[in-house]
């Protein structure tokens, strides 16, 4: 079965830093592209960043509100994903989804993991 | 950034009802379109991706159509499984923008 199980979310005061997790099982996860994608509380999808894989050099592009703040990393050798978040605002309280770009030329993601809640605030 | 709208917001039907949701982008995005159903407290399920092409194990009953900057999503027949809100995304560029959603209420 194919799946991805987001770990490490939590209550952060602003300023500070999290790093959430994303494991994969029942698929090649070397093979795909990996996003991260957020949900503010009663708001919609917001698209946080991605990782590609080793044949595009793990190349990353961020959207421009955590763009320096936050940086997405990847181990192919234990199928894991990763998102540290430096510089925590309280604009970043959401829930954190970790997604698979589906293979075939597109940008839209097949399989989406459960989510981490992050909560920012003092 | 490709600004996506979605209309409408909120959608009252009844089961057996035929659906139609409309996403807009504010560029012309060819058929890089997807759309994605969301129920309360659970992530986004794929429906439909490359604007009609219907994802694996996704209900025939669910349609997707257009190209360019306008694409519409179609429900031929709701049933009580598809009360949810549903999004649209482009993958236009490589910064992925969503549609603010479409909640699809029991009437």
């Known amino acids: 079965e194919v799946q991805l199980v987001e770990s490490g979310g939590g209550l952060v005061q602003p300023g500070g830093s999290l790093r959430l997790s994303c494991a994969a099982s029942?698929?090649?996860?070397?093979?795909?592209?990996m996003d991260w994608v957020r949900q503010a509380p009663g708001e919609g999808l917001e698209w946080v960043g991605r990782?590609?894989?080793?044949?595009?050099?793990?190349?990353?592009e961020y959207t421009a509100s955590v763009k320096g703040r936050f940086t997405i990393s990847r181990d192919d050798s234990t199928n894991s994903l990763y998102l540290q978040m430096n510089s925590l605002k309280t604009e970043d309280t959401a829930v954190y989804y970790c997604?698979?770009?589906?293979?075939?030329?597109?940008?839209?993601?097949?399989?989406w993991g459960q989510g981490t809640l992050v909560t920012v605030s003092s | 950034d490709i600004q996506m709208t979605q209309s409408p917001s909120t959608l009252s039907a009844s089961v057996g009802d035929r659906v139609t949701i409309t996403c807009r982008a504010s560029?012309?995005?060819?058929?890089?379109l997807a759309w994605y159903q969301q129920k309360p407290g659970k992530a986004p399920k794929l429906l439909i991706y490359?604007?009609?092409s219907l994802e694996s194990g996704v209900p025939s009953r669910f349609s997707g159509s257009g190209s360019g900057t306008e694409f519409t999503l179609t429900i031929s027949s709701l049933q009580p499984d598809d009360f949810a809100t549903y999004y649209c995304?482009?993958?236009?560029?490589?910064?992925?923008?969503f549609g603010g959603g479409t909640k699809v209420e029991i009437k």
């Open positions: 997604a698979r770009v589906r293979l075939g030329g597109g940008y839209d993601f097949d399989c």
């Open positions: 029942g698929f090649t996860f070397s093979d795909h592209y």
């Open positions: 990782i590609r894989n080793k044949a595009d050099s793990y190349t990353t």
């Open positions: 560029q012309s995005i060819g058929s890089w």
């Open positions: 490359k604007a009609s």
């Open positions: 995304q482009q993958y236009n560029s490589y910064f992925l923008t």
